[in-house]
């Protein structure tokens, strides 16, 4: 057994709260330390194959046994690192509840071992791409006999409860509330749901029996009154559980039949229909072809795609290699890019966020949650169609626009620049944005970059910029 000395860790800075295990990293990997008087129980895990099946159907991140040791913790293990951290409030409507059913899941499978979830928040779930996965390995505990589960009411107040109230076309509060440590209370539920909502509801679905009873005809009948059954039990009451099985299939169906609206805005119709071919066609323009041959030529292992929108540009990266991260203050938009990545599993973290305001740190010298600007760091950054409406919309000048794009790039930058004749311009310039030219957008990248390219875009005389440190 390899004795790791304690002065070369680095301890990870939101793993300071499980008195079951540690986070660590050491030697560029990172690892967990844990806890005496659970290292019998996590053994007989690995001995008896649990955790290998727990990877293997995809809830646990990848875990492994090492022969190493830390003062105060016989048991290390090593855990496949996650590319990019996310937190719940950057997420989708569509992405929390997936994250909900990975919990259930990974719950169910625990269940059958007589194991149990201590925790059941959204922090200990991560994207990994577009699948979440369950990583806090120190939560699993033995199950109380004849328990249910006590994590139920922490996940009510983090996966059920922001759920029910996107539902009901609150996305933005639900994820307001997630920043909070108690996330959404049973009474802030109430105090936000519309008025006599459950009832409502039930209403609802009550006429609609009636009305299958009275006007539909015969075959038609079964599937109205299902309909109506189903809209009843998305929000009524859990029924009395006999059994933790019982009570996770309640829950599990429950998010299942979760519909998240629609959201039309408006960039939602940006790429209406079928997004273009991801290989060379007639259809490509002179901005595809130069971003492309850019993407080829360089190979970055990692590209941040800001204002991604439907994200065309970011699946294009992910097909040539690169682990994306895209962000856009659309939901509607983040989420359609979840669904494209999500069948083909493309390595793509798509994420709410607005260039402006990104995720800040919270905690301790803000480190608990560290900020976007740290987690979200890669080799490239793509910011296309995007400087004109952080200037005339948002009022940011090139430093600002600049420095906002600089700081997420660790090597390039490729950012377009639409002049001031351009169509989509034209009609919000006056003499006050003087300064908006391309020499000056020039100037400004050179503070922080060290060459600066000029390469085709569509239409002209539009520019990508190709930025190196």
Not at 125 to 147: C, R, T, W
Not at 241 to 253: A, C, D, F, H, V
Not at 402 to 420: H, Q, T, Y
């Amino acid at each position: 057994m390899t004795k790791i000395p304690t002065a070369e860790i680095v301890s990870h800075p939101s793993s300071f709260a499980d008195p079951n295990g540690r986070l660590f990293w050491w030697q560029g990997q990172l690892y967990r330390a844990l806890a005496d008087v659970r290292a019998p129980l996590y053994r007989r895990l690995f001995a008896e194959g649990t955790v290998t099946k727990l990877v293997d159907k995809g809830l646990l991140v990848d875990t492994e046994l090492t022969s190493l040791a830390l003062d105060g913790s016989p048991l290390i293990i090593r855990h496949r690192e996650i590319p990019f951290v996310s937190y719940p409030f950057e997420w989708s409507a569509t992405m929390l509840r997936d994250a909900a059913l990975a919990v259930i899941d990974m719950e169910t499978e625990l269940a059958q071992h007589g194991l149990t979830l201590q925790d059941a928040h959204p922090w200990n779930v991560l994207f990994d791409g577009p699948k979440p996965l369950n990583v806090d390995f120190g939560s699993i505990v033995p199950a109380a006999d004849n328990a249910l589960w006590p994590a139920y009411d922490e996940y009510c107040r983090f996966f059920l409860h922001p759920l029910h109230l996107m539902v009901q076309g609150h996305g933005r509060i639900a994820r307001w509330l997630l920043h909070d440590q108690h996330g959404v209370l049973h009474s802030d539920l109430a105090a936000l749901a519309r008025p006599s909502f459950h009832l409502l509801v039930g209403r609802v679905a009550t006429r609609l029996s009636a009305l299958a009873r009275r006007y539909v005809p015969d075959p038609l009948r079964p599937w109205l009154s299902k309909g109506a059954m189903l809209l009843k039990s998305t929000l009524a009451p859990l029924a009395p559980p006999r059994s933790r099985r019982e009570l996770l299939n309640q829950i599990k169906g429950r998010v299942e039949r979760l519909v998240i609206p629609p959201q039309r805005t408006e960039w939602s119709n940006y790429y209406e229909g079928s997004l273009l071919p991801f290989s060379h066609s007639d259809d490509w323009t002179a901005k595809h072809t130069s971003v492309d041959r850019v993407l080829s030529d360089l190979r970055p292992s990692s590209l941040l795609d800001v204002g991604s929108n439907r994200g065309w540009y970011a699946q294009l990266a992910a097909l040539r290699g690169s682990r994306v991260v895209a962000f856009d203050a659309d939901e509607a938009c983040v989420t359609q890019l979840y669904l494209d990545s999500k069948e083909p599993n493309l390595p793509i973290l798509p994420l709410i966020m607005d260039f402006k305001n990104p995720s800040p740190g919270y905690g301790v010298c803000n480190q608990w949650l560290a900020p976007a600007t740290e987690r979200l760091r890669c080799d490239m950054v793509l910011g296309l169609a995007l400087v004109h409406h952080l200037a005339f919309k948002q009022q940011l000048n090139f430093e600002q626009i600049v420095d906002g794009l600089a700081i997420f790039s660790k090597r390039w930058l490729v950012v377009e620049f639409i002049p001031p004749d351009d169509i989509y311009v034209r009609e919000w310039w006056s003499e006050r944005y003087s300064w908006y030219t391309l020499a000056n957008f020039i100037v400004a990248l050179r503070r922080r970059f060290t060459n600066v390219q000029v390469i085709p875009s569509h239409p002209a005389p539009r520019v990508l910029l190709l930025c190196e440190r």
